[in-house]
Structure formats: structure tokens, C-alpha cells
């Protein structure tokens, strides 16, 4: 009954600890999510007019009416009129406020989506963000319409893919099932022996079925789901200690298998804030010399100078300036401020609130008074630029935008870009700086700024130079990545900036080694067919005449140069290519991806098809960033780390606070830590199990067994205390370059369970043998030993004899409950110590863990359970042995015991040192028996290595066929928030 019972309480155990863990979970989601689902909002209805409602009353079609102050968005709405500044971190994990304007009119009857094109997210504002500032229009009223409630907007998308992720086809999880049915069928087979034995002897069939159902209780461990269970929890406090969130347990032992880490650029490899290194401007069709900043702080007033003041997104919140740092370092180099209170601007017969900007304090006596910014066409990662529509304080209106330089020169006028434009680019990008292109143009009077289109805004532009921005690496980017190279993790640059930017700053990160060349892949799908063509080429050595005077010691000063050994290269592609690519040259593609380092241009749904691309090719893939245009990848990769100051959002598994890279290799070893706890917790809840079992079908063969405190002590006492406190050992502070196993199945593993279930079957049968070999044995009199060393032979006459179901001990009224025997406290003494032994076998310390005897409590546990056991073993309490079912046994055979146990000991740590965790050995097998890896991108290796045409170098590959398909869709995750190539409108 005893026994019973505790099974019951370490089920209810392991279903608690399961439940709890997803109760946190959902606790912390529900957190993430319920601010927004129950707020007051203005509703304008047809016919009930203006009204407050709860926001789960709000359906889509309804017209919201936002006011001034703070508030939570309820749903997804697009705004009809007015301006917003919104937060979106809680879905991003971007800080940064984002600019929504309204929907622009039009006059053709196409969907707003396909009128608006990749810019249509500009106007939407997003369930669960934060508005914290409204601009109102002529009649001083923000309006949105609602679009999508619950569920169906873009957070209820996110939050969905949390409760219900992505399977992740990882082996542990699958071989754990099969881990189970094995012990099930192990359990069968114990069954048809226990039936067979007891049913031979003549046992009653009740007697026989409850014997039967014991093998099952004892082969299929009961503590083991809530072992696993605490594993996680303790690595996720770990985490959390450490600044780093989860939001998806199941994906701390994937992080153990992490291969390949795509990298953001901007502000995840490089310094958030970017600092103004200077502006080169241009006239005529020629670039001026350059202004550098602060030398030449002084700029004279110009177009150039009014683009820096009036093309950006800033705002000024709580009274300092907020937004994208690039613009606020731009901004502040001009000395201007944004005169926040300067309410409504007359334009023509309407009214609009509009920003002003006017000369600081130390700014240079300018011509104006002011410029008022009047329409913004807001930053799109797609499109590549921003605009604004400003005008003077009695001047004309005028257009200013910036953008990537390749995209700005496009639209402007050919007579105005300066024929050296790409060298010069060139010359810049290629030292590391981050290059922004100026244009404008003026507009004509008489038509409204919120009526032209973004297409008649920006097109006929005047080039007026590049703004040439600092973007330094972060302190700890080169370490980190240095760590992980030398771990044998892959690193990988995603970033949509310039390519020459990216592949320069890859360089001097260490992702690129100087003596390594860098091959530019460049596809192109020829224009109004289904042709394309891919080509190979070096990418160009700067080879551009010294431009002013660059400090040669700084980092970003470094010259690139490109070694010719062969075998060393690294791919880079830009977004347009790589689409071009995956369409139309897909047998290429995984070819590519085996050596493709830099990815520069690349949009937000390029990003997650292009780790989706990795993941077929086996890698286990990590995805670290940390803004809005990650936030698919992030969601896709086997582990999305996201750097931003929120405890926990929605757009990743895994949330830094530090906005530091220095999380990925941490998250690294918990991962492997977690990883090879789980291992060892399998191996020791399956020998235990089979110990136990083993122990139980030796003595059925005598129709004997343990009693319930014998399995109470086993199960409780020592199986239990040590499953919660083996995963207490942290983390290896270094990361080896291999991995640990990713599957139960594998030779090491199983060949280690194997020898150990060996070594304790074979000291339970030479105990089970011996002891009835010994002089003192009695298979009817279980106080021979002890009474005839102490010559008590005449108390004997007190006990009758009555087999195994006789009067035990020297009391009368003692009732033996017929598990007294020798075999059983011989073979339950050498089981119970053989489970300590185990434990400490399996305890794996270096390379992925610490040594086991930093595990203070384990080792405590262990070295208690142990004295408890040997206290047994050599105590002679007849009160105690009569209540653990245990009889006197001499102290010679207590000490054969003993040596017994500690031959098994040393030969199983021998073994598992010299065996199973002989790395060399292991690989020699390998190499001798001609063992290969069955990932993809290994056989893909393998197979190139073998290719002496590869890579091809100077060469064009044509594709005619009009079969190809020509879907534009990318793959990856779909979410409006993030996509920006939005296709199925």
C-alpha cells in the first residue's frame, strides 16, 4: 500500500512539475498579452455616433478615435487621419518609436494594400504596441480603422506561434519516445517471466496479475518526466540570472546544438549609435571635398545642410529627442532643434499639425527662421529610403530624401549623379563606414503635400552627396566571435546594409580572415522574361587614391586585402541575388550556402527563408538581432535571441537585456549543459529502473521480492533526491570545438547503458549465488547467520520454522510479511549503493559542465545517501532491520559486500573514462570503419572538396526556361508586422 501510494505521489510529482513549468509559461504570455484586451475606447459608429466601449467589443470596420496621451493599442487599425508616434518593442523588441502616418487617397480603385505597396505598414498601427504621441489633423482628430481583432492580428499571429510553435525535429525528443517503449518492452518481457514463475508454483491469478503489474511500475521510472522537467527550470533560472529570458523551454537543449549563428549587423555587431564621420558633398554632377565632422563643423548652408535638418523621423518626447540613432547623430551635427509646441501649419486652405525646426543656440546664422516639415513617407527596409515634404518659413516646398546610394542615385536625375559615384562608394564602403545617400528636389505650388504619391515625390531628384557615418564594432564582437570560431560554430552576417560595408566589417569582426578571398556572387533575373544569370567575381580591391585623410590606425582605416591561396573563400550575395538565386538557381543554392558569410541588402522575409535554407541543409541554427526587420528569422531559427531591453517580448524564444552578442555563447553552454543533464538523466533513470527490475526478477525466481520500504527508500530517498539535484551543475565556461551527442541512440550512450546494466546484473547474481553458498546460509531460518556466530542458539527454538512465510526475529509476535531473506537484503543492499555508484559515474563534468564536485548539494546528497546505506548495511538494529524488510547478516559477508561494490565502482568509472568519453578512440573507430556524417551540408562537403572546378571564378551561368517559377515568396515566417515583400494582398 505504502509503495502504491508513493508511486501515486511521484506521478502527481512529475505532473505537477510539468504543469507548473507550463503554467509559468502561460502566466508570462498571458502578462505579455492581457494590457491591451481589456481598455476603454472611442468607438464612431454609424448609428449609435460616439461611444466608450471595452476593446473585446471592438470588430473589425470600426472607426477608433485615438486622443492625446499614452495609450495601448486593443487591435490591428490603419490610420485614416492624423499622425501617430508608437512603440512597438513589446512585438520588435525595438525601442525606437515608430512614425504612422495616414492612409494617402487615391484615385484608382486599388486595394489600399497593393496602392500602398511595401509601404503599407507605415500606416498600421499594430495591436499590443504603445501610442505615445498623436498629431491631429486639420480638425485636430486621430482616426484609425479597425482591421483585425485577437487572434488574427499581428500579435495574436506571434502569440499563437508561441503556444502552438513550429515542431522542432529534434532527436532527443523522438529517441526519448523510443526510450520509453523500450522500457515498456523491456517491462513486457519481465511480465511473461513473472506470470511464467509465479503461475508454475501455483500463486493465486489475483496474486500472479499484481506481481506482473509491479515490473511495469519498476521498469518504466516514474520520476523521470519531473527530473527533465527541473533540469530546464533550473537552466532557465540560470538564464534569467544572467539576463537572458526564454519564453520557449523546449528550446534550451536545441541551443546545445547550435552550429551556425546568423548575425545582425547594426547595432548587434556594431555600436547602435552610429557617429558622423563626415559629409561629401556635390555640385554639378562632381563631388566637392569632404566636410569631416567635428573638424569642419561648420557647413555652409545649403541643400545638403537642410536635408541633415529636415530628412528624419525624430521626435521629442518628454523633452529629448527620440528615434533612429543614425538620424538623431545627423540631426544633432546641424545644431538645430525641433520646436515641439509649434502646433498648426497653414498650408493652403487646411490646417495640419506639422513639425518645426529651427536654428539652435549654436547653430550658424542661417537665412530662415525655420523649416516646417510637412508630410513624412516614413523608412521602409523594402524600399531603402525616407522622404519628407518641408518648407521654409516663407520659402517653397521641397523634397529631401535619404536612403542606401545605389537606391537614391536611381532616382535622381542622371546629369546630377557624379561619374566617379560607385568608385567613391566604393572607396568608403569598403573601409567599414556606413554610406547614406542625400537627394531633393522642389515641387510645385498648388497641389497638397498629403495628396502626391510617394512615386510623384520621389522621382526627378537632385543628387547632393553622401553622408558618411562611423559604425564601430562593439568591444566584446570580435571576442565572441573569435570564441565561437574556435568552437567550431559558424558565424554569418545578415544585414541590409551595403555589401562592401558588411564584408569590410566581417573583416575586421574576425568572421572573415585577412588572408581569405571574398567572392561576390552577383544574380540578375533579366527583365521582362523568365531568364537569369548568375556570375562570380572577386570583390574588388580598393584600390581608390587616399580620400581625406583617413586615420590609418583606426579601425575602420584598415585596407582589405584579398590572399589567392585556394580552398579559402567566403561567399557574399545581396538580397536581390540570393532571390534570384533560391529561384531560379535552387541546385546552386546549397552550394552556396556551405561557404556565404555576408548577406548585405537583405530584406526581413529574405532573412527568414534564408535560415529556413540552413535548417534544410542540417544546420542547427541560431538567429541574433535586435530590431523589427528580425523578427521573422528570429521566430524561425532553432534559437532566435533577441538584444533589447525588454524582460521578455513576443518576437523571440530567447530575450537578452544586455544588448550584447556575448549572450550567444552563454546560451551556447547552458544549452550543452542542459543538454548532457538530460543525457545523464536518462542513463541514470534507465539503470536505475533496471537495477531495480534485475533486483526484483532474481528474487521472483524465489517467489520472494523487496518490501515496500525497501522500494520506498530506492524510489524517495535516493532516486528522487538525486534526479532534482544532479542538473544543479553549471555550465563549462569554455566552449570545446564539438558538440555534444544530439540522440539517445547513439554507440557511446548505448554502449555505456549496456556495460553498466552488465556490470550490476553481474553483481547481483554473485551476490544472489554466494551468500547461499555461505556456511551460515538457511533458505528457512533467516537468523542462522547471526545466532550461530553469537552462539544464541537457543533462542532459535522461539522461531519456527515456516519457510518464508514463518515468525521472524526473537519476538513471538514479530509476523514475518514473507520478504525476509539472505537474497533479499544481499541484492537489495549491493542494488540500492549500485544507484549511488551510477549516479556519480554518470555525472559528467568537463567539457560541457563543471566538475561534479562544484555540485555542492549533489555532493552532499551523495555522501549522505551513502552513510545512510553503509549504516545499513553494518548496523544491527532489529528494529530497523525489521522494519526494512532486512536480516543479520556476519560482517564478513557485509564486507565482501562492500568490495563487491567497490570493484563495480572502479571498473565502471574505468570504463566510462577510458571508453566511453575517449574522444580519440571514438574517432579512430570512425576513421577505421569509415563512418561519415549523414547531415546535409557534410555530405555536401564532402562532395566539393572532391570538385576542382569550384568555386567558379569569373564566370557567368544563363538559365532560359520558361518553366521556372517566378513566385516571389520567399518562405519563412509570414507576419504583417515584419514582411516586408507582401505579396498575397
Not at 60 to 82: F, Q, R, T
Not at 86 to 99: A, D, F, Q, R, W
Not at 161 to 173: A, W
Not at 808 to 828: F, I, L, Q
Request: with cysteine.
Amino acid at each position: 500500500m505504502e509503495y502504491a501510494a508513493a508511486i501515486i505521489i511521484m506521478s502527481l510529482l512529475s505532473i505537477s512539475l510539468t504543469v507548473y513549468d507550463l503554467r509559468q509559461q502561460s502566466v508570462k504570455l498571458q502578462r505579455l498579452v492581457e494590457s491591451h484586451n481589456s481598455i476603454m475606447v472611442t468607438v464612431c459608429r454609424n448609428k449609435e455616433g460616439f461611444q466608450e466601449l471595452e476593446s473585446h467589443h471592438l470588430v473589425p470596420g470600426d472607426m477608433v478615435v485615438l486622443k492625446e496621451g499614452k495609450a495601448l493599442l486593443p487591435c490591428d487599425a490603419i490610420l485614416i487621419s492624423g499622425q501617430c508616434i508608437v512603440n512597438e518593442s513589446m512585438l520588435t523588441g525595438e525601442s525606437i518609436p515608430v512614425t504612422k502616418t495616414q492612409l494617402p487617397q487615391a484615385d484608382n480603385l486599388k486595394p489600399w494594400k497593393m496602392h500602398c505597396a511595401e509601404d503599407y505598414k507605415k500606416h498600421v498601427l499594430f495591436c499590443g504596441t504603445e501610442v505615445i504621441q498623436t498629431k491631429g489633423d486639420d480638425r485636430g482628430v486621430v482616426k484609425a480603422v479597425v482591421l483585425q481583432t485577437g487572434f488574427n492580428t499581428a500579435k495574436g499571429d506571434l502569440v499563437r506561434s508561441i503556444l502552438y510553435p513550429k515542431p522542432m525535429n529534434f532527436r532527443l525528443y523522438r529517441d526519448a519516445l523510443r526510450f520509453l517503449m523500450c522500457l515498456i518492452a523491456f517491462a513486457a518481457i519481465g511480465m511473461i517471466y513473472t506470470v511464467c514463475v509465479f503461475a508454475l508454483n501455483g500463486e493465486e491469478a489475483g496474486e500472479v496479475v499484481k506481481k506482473a503489474l509491479d515490473v511495469i511500475t519498476i521498469a518504466v521510472p516514474p520520476a523521470l518526466p519531473a527530473a527533465l522537467t527541473t533540469g530546464i527550470i533550473y537552466t532557465q533560472r540560470r538564464l534569467k540570472k544572467k539576463g537572458i529570458f526564454c519564453i520557449s523551454p523546449q528550446r534550451i537543449n536545441m541551443c546545445g546544438q547550435l552550429n551556425l549563428i546568423c548575425f545582425d549587423k547594426t547595432g548587434t555587431l556594431t555600436e547602435d549609435g552610429l557617429d558622423l564621420w563626415g559629409l561629401l558633398p556635390s555640385e554639378g554632377n562632381c563631388f566637392q571635398d569632404v566636410r569631416r565632422f567635428p573638424a569642419d563643423h561648420s557647413l555652409p548652408w545649403g541643400p545638403a545642410f537642410r536635408a541633415m535638418v529636415v530628412c528624419h523621423s525624430l521626435i521629442v518626447l518628454e523633452g529629448k529627442i527620440q528615434g533612429d540613432p543614425l538620424d538623431v547623430k545627423m540631426f544633432e551635427a546641424t545644431n538645430w532643434v525641433i520646436d515641439d509646441s509649434s502646433g498648426h501649419q497653414i498650408e493652403g486652405q487646411r490646417s495640419t499639425h506639422a513639425t518645426v525646426i529651427r536654428p539652435g543656440p549654436k547653430a550658424n546664422t542661417a537665412s530662415v527662421e525655420g523649416i516646417t516639415i510637412l508630410h513624412q513617407f516614413p523608412f521602409s527596409s523594402a524600399l531603402q529610403r525616407m522622404s519628407v515634404i518641408a518648407q521654409e518659413t516663407g520659402g517653397e516646398k521641397q523634397v529631401f530624401t535619404k536612403g542606401a546610394p545605389e537606391m537614391v542615385a536611381t532616382l535622381c536625375r542622371a546629369e546630377t549623379v557624379p561619374s566617379n559615384f560607385e568608385s567613391k562608394l566604393l572607396f568608403y564602403t569598403a573601409q567599414g563606414f556606413r554610406v547614406i545617400g542625400l537627394a531633393y528636389k522642389s515641387l510645385q505650388s498648388g497641389k497638397q503635400s498629403t495628396d502626391l504619391t510617394r512615386e510623384e515625390v520621389e522621382s526627378d531628384l537632385t543628387f547632393l552627396g553622401l553622408l558618411i557615418m562611423e559604425n564601430r564594432l562593439k568591444r566584446e564582437t570580435k571576442p565572441v566571435l573569435e570564441e565561437l570560431s574556435a568552437a567550431h560554430i559558424r558565424s554569418v552576417m545578415v544585414t541590409g546594409d551595403n555589401i562592401q560595408t558588411a564584408v569590410t566589417v566581417a573583416k575586421n569582426a574576425g568572421m572573415i580572415s585577412p588572408t581569405n578571398r571574398v567572392i561576390l556572387v552577383e544574380a540578375n533575373k533579366i527583365p521582362g522574361s523568365f531568364s537569369a544569370s548568375v556570375t562570380w567575381k572577386p570583390l574588388k580591391e580598393n584600390k581608390t587614391e587616399d580620400d581625406g585623410n583617413l586615420d590609418s590606425g583606426s579601425q575602420t582605416g584598415r585596407r582589405i586585402r584579398l590572399a589567392a591561396e585556394p580552398g579559402q573563400f567566403h561567399f557574399a550575395m545581396s538580397g536581390k541575388s540570393y532571390q534570384v538565386v533560391a529561384q531560379y538557381f535552387s541546385h546552386l543554392l546549397p552550394k552556396l550556402l556551405l561557404n556565404a558569410t555576408v548577406f548585405a541588402r537583405m530584406s526581413p522575409s529574405q532573412k527568414s527563408s534564408l535560415v529556413e535554407e540552413f535548417q534544410k541543409l542540417d544546420y542547427f541554427v541560431g538567429m541574433c538581432g535586435d530590431g523589427a526587420n528580425d523578427c521573422g528569422a528570429l521566430k524561425v531559427a532553432h534559437a532566435g535571441i533577441s538584444l533589447s531591453e525588454q524582460e521578455a517580448s513576443v518576437a523571440s524564444p530567447f530575450t537578452s537585456r544586455t544588448p550584447s552578442i556575448a549572450c550567444v555563447p552563454e546560451l551556447i553552454r547552458e544549452g550543452r549543459a542542459a543538454l548532457v543533464t538530460s543525457f545523464c538523466m536518462f542513463k541514470y533513470m534507465a539503470l536505475y529502473s533496471t537495477i531495480q527490475y534485475l533486483g526484483v526478477l532474481l528474487l521472483y525466481w524465489q517467489l520472494n521480492s523487496f518490501g515496500n520500504y525497501q522500494f520506498l527508500f530506492q524510489d524517495l530517498a535516493i532516486t528522487t533526491v538525486i534526479g532534482m539535484t544532479m542538473s544543479f551543475t553549471e555550465a563549462y565556461p569554455k566552449l570545446v570545438p564539438y558538440r555534444p551527442p544530439s540522440q539517445l541512440v547513439s554507440p557511446p550512450l548505448l554502449l555505456s547503458v549496456i556495460l553498466n546494466i552488465l556490470f550490476s546484473l553481474g553483481m547481483q547474481i554473485l551476490g544472489f549465488l554466494m551468500v547461499q553458498k555461505q556456511p551460515w546460509y538457511s533458505k528457512t531460518d533467516i537468523h542462522s547467520a547471526c545466532l550461530s556466530v553469537n552462539n544464541h542458539v537457543e533462542n532459535s527454538s522461539s522461531a519456527s520454522s515456516l519457510g518464508l512465510h514463518g515468525v521472524g526475529g526473537g519476538d513471538p509476535t514479530e509476523v514475518d510479511n514473507g520478504y525476509k531473506s539472505y537474497e533479499n537484503t544481499t541484492v537489495w543492499l549491493l542494488s540500492t549503493i549500485n544507484c549511488l555508484i551510477i549516479a556519480l559515474v554518470f555525472s559528467k563534468g568537463k567539457p560541457f559542465r563543471q566538475p561534479i564536485y562544484t555540485n555542492y548539494v549533489f555532493i552532499l546528497v551523495l555522501v549522505g545517501q551513502l552513510g545512510v546505506c553503509l549504516f545499513l548495511v553494518f548496523a544491527d538494529i532489529d528494529d530497523l532491520y525489521s522494519k526494512m524488510d532486512l536480516v543479520c547478516t556476519p560482517t564478513t559477508w557485509r564486507i565482501s559486500m562492500v568490495m563487491m561494490l567497490a570493484v563495480t565502482l572502479a571498473v565502471s568509472f574505468l570504463v566510462e573514462e577510458a571508453i566511453i568519453e575517449n574522444r580519440a578512440l571514438w574517432l579512430w573507430l570512425k576513421k577505421t570503419f569509415q563512418y561519415h556524417s549523414k547531415s546535409h551540408y557534410k555530405r555536401l562537403q564532402r562532395v566539393l572538396e572532391q570538385d576542382s572546378a569550384w568555386p567558379p571564378l569569373n564566370e557567368t551561368f544563363s538559365l532560359d526556361a520558361v518553366t521556372v517559377s517566378v513566385e516571389e515568396d520567399m518562405g519563412g515566417h509570414s507576419n504583417p508586422t515584419f514582411d516586408s515583400n507582401e505579396d498575397a494582398l
